[in-house]
């Protein structure tokens, strides 16, 4: 069975700052996705970022690189340079057969 | 170029009554899964349909169903609605590799149950 663990319910952060989000996984399958979502307030889920399991790079997106630790099953997420508008719901998700969401992390971007 | 479309955005309605949502997928999408968010289970696979078929399900009872349209259009329905069926519903596109595709949602559709 396909498991996301997100461990931090909130983060606070100070704007222009770095922030990590902390997310593992837990899966047999060989062959699987991870990806980061974005949701703010309005409830639509954005898409941030994706890193394939056989990809041997850190996916980067701008701001956003996830930070992929195969053998400890890890893909945390880093913003960098945080700005008021990354306030907002983040969730780690896992594609094996059909997507499995962590619990979220609600961000907050302090001024 | 138009994003994933959900209808409607609010609904109220009361136990024992049906509801049905539609999606409709971003032009040349041809998966479309459906999800329900509630503060207390988060984020939770319904089931996804792929050319008019449903290609898997999730652990929802049978009172939650689903379908697709020869356009790729697609509708759930909720028959003999529950408080706890209250939440927000979305649903995603993608293509053409629904294993390393982005998946792309809509804004969801919000529905409580009174």
């Known amino acids: 069975a396909q498991k996301i663990t997100q461990t931090q319910p909130g983060m606070f952060v100070q704007e222009k700052e770095a922030v990590t989000l902390d997310c593992t996984y837990d899966?047999?399958?060989?062959?699987?996705?991870l990806f980061w979502y974005k949701q703010p307030s309005s409830g639509e889920m954005i898409f941030l970022i994706y890193?394939?399991?056989?990809?041997?790079q850190n996916a980067t997106e701008g701001r956003y690189s996830l930070n992929f630790q195969k053998a400890r099953k890890s893909a945390n997420l880093v913003i960098s340079a945080s700005q008021l508008g990354d306030s907002a719901m983040y969730f780690c998700?896992?594609?094996?057969?059909?997507?499995?969401f962590g619990a979220g992390t609600i961000l907050r971007v302090k001024s | 170029k138009a994003g994933v479309t959900q209808t409607p955005r609010y609904l109220i309605k009361t136990r024992g009554q049906q509801v049905t949502l539609s999606c409709s997928p971003i032009s040349g999408h041809r998966s479309v899964s459906w999800y329900q968010q509630t503060p207390g289970q988060g984020l939770q696979f319904l089931f996804e349909?792929?050319?008019?078929?449903?290609?898997n399900k999730g652990n929802f009872p049978g009172r939650f169903s689903g379908r697709q349209f020869s356009n790729s259009r697609s509708e759930m329905n909720v028959s003999t609605l529950e408080l706890g069926d209250s939440a927000l519903y979305l649903c995603a596109s993608s293509f053409p590799d629904r294993e390393t595709g982005e998946l792309f949602f809509g804004e969801g559709s919000r529905l409580t149950v009174l």
């Open positions: 899966t047999s399958d060989p062959s699987y996705g």
């Open positions: 349909y792929f050319s008019e078929t449903q290609r």
């Open positions: 890193q394939g399991s056989y990809d041997q």
């Open positions: 998700a896992m594609y094996g057969n059909k997507l499995v």
